[in-house]
């Protein structure tokens, strides 16, 4: 392709990895969070660079590919993070070693030696390189796995790829060589952009330089749910929409909010969930409220049919032990599982909504429901759910899982707010929308200094 072209066109391929990756499915049906990032990234990739082909190393489906006109790589090595894929990293490091030798020394371009790398020839031909590992760039990650989003990232810069982390929450970096390491690396990128303010603060703090980096806002702000007349007979079915007049409340928990690690242990102790059983009884004395426990995280079968995951365990474990104190009248959980857009939907059929799950959250936020966020409750602690409350002006709602009472005041006080908040996120939920879009525009300003670059305008 010619310099020329490139000049005239701007990007015309953009490769998008990043920490997210993991076997296919999961991406798109499991963590439902996952997917209310992912389809709008790629849509206002593609709204901005309209001419540009992008190719992916986080696994979705031939079908999502197919809709949304994306090309994605399927070699093991982007989904697994352990010895194997070490040796194919440190394969890559020779190959590309060799590649810089020869470019450096003798001025030849030895392609044959990345084109042996799936990862390192779809590096080397594209024009943009983005990374979206979320907030697994830090302590969330396994030491192999936070290695080699080093490595990939170093690579890009190597092969002199304008390279950009996009809406992530990095860190916390709490060993000594993660935050060198995360340090260097960060340093050497073409943009960073937060999504929220702490990791900005955070690594501000580290040592990463500012003047590239800025705080946006999440892409599934922008994610849009499927409407009302679509879902119908589904709220139906799950008598979401016949209430008496009693108001619904939707409460979302996953294993993070469990005291004890890992995050997807099951069953859990009973009196790891008794701080919720606690604040479920209080909504229904005290509130006259209906409560909906859901998940908004699935599971897939071997014909990649939703299932049940291990917040549905959670979440049968907690409906058990209010039934058989008498609370089964008006608690209740849906009866199917729900795509992202079909989950978004129902959360907005909420009056009020306590979530777990900073995705879950969002869906509520970005549609004004009044909205309690749920802290992590075990290490590693993520600074993301703070960050966001912080960004969406409601840091005031923000609870920690271990303290039931704590729990019941935020919400009482919530629920007494509800008209104020409703006003509230309809103003600024327009403003987080913009600060989302902002993050495309800003990797056009890196697609202009590409441009400049090859044409040979110093910049």
Known sequence: MSSS??????????????????????????????????????????????????????????????????????????????????????????????????????????????????????????????????????????????????????????????????????????????????????????????????????????????????????????????????????????????????????????????PNSPYNKIPRNESELLPFVAVIKHLIERMNMRVLLMSHQNRTDEKNRLIRGNDHAIIDQIIRLLENEGYGNRLFTLKDCYDAATSKAIISCFDLLISGRIHGAIAGLSQCVPTVIIDYGHEPKAHKLKGFARLVGLEEYLCDPRDSEGMIQRIEKCWENKDQIHEHLREKIEKIKQRSQWNFELLKTVGERKKLIVSGVKI
């Open 5 to 258: 072209l490139i000049v005239q066109n701007g990007i015309n391929k953009i490769f998008l990895m990043g920490l997210t990756s993991s076997a296919l499915g999961g991406m798109e049906y499991h963590n439902l969070g996952n997917y209310a990032i992912m389809e709008p990234l790629v849509i206002y990739l593609k709204k901005n660079f309209p001419e540009a082909k992008i190719v992916t190393s986080i696994q979705m489906s031939a079908a999502f590919c197919e809709k949304f006109g994306v090309e994605c790589k399927r070699e093991k090595r982007f989904w697994t993070y352990g010895r194997e894929t070490a040796v194919v990293t440190l394969k890559d490091i020779c190959r590309l070693s060799i590649w810089v030798c020869f470019h450096y020394l003798f001025r030849m371009d030895c392609k044959f030696m990345l084109n042996k790398s799936s990862l390192l020839c779809e590096i080397h031909h594209a024009d943009l390189v983005v990374d979206f590992s979320g907030d697994m760039f830090g302590d969330n990650s396994s030491y192999s796995r936070f290695l080699e989003a080093c490595a990939e990232l170093l690579f890009a810069k190597i092969l002199e790829k304008p390279t950009v982390i996009l809406a992530g929450s990095p860190g916390p970096f709490k060993k000594r060589w993660r935050r060198w390491l995360a340090k260097l690396v960060m340093n050497h990128m073409d943009l960073i952009t937060n999504r929220e303010p702490l990791s900005t603060e955070l690594l501000k703090k580290m040592g990463v330089r500012d003047n590239k980096m800025f705080t946006t806002a999440c892409p599934a702000f922008l994610f849009k749910p499927k409407s009302k007349d679509e879902v119908w007979s589904i709220l139906q079915k799950e008598n979401i929409i016949s209430g008496n007049g009693q108001p619904l409340v939707g409460i979302i928990l996953c294993g993070w909010n469990m």
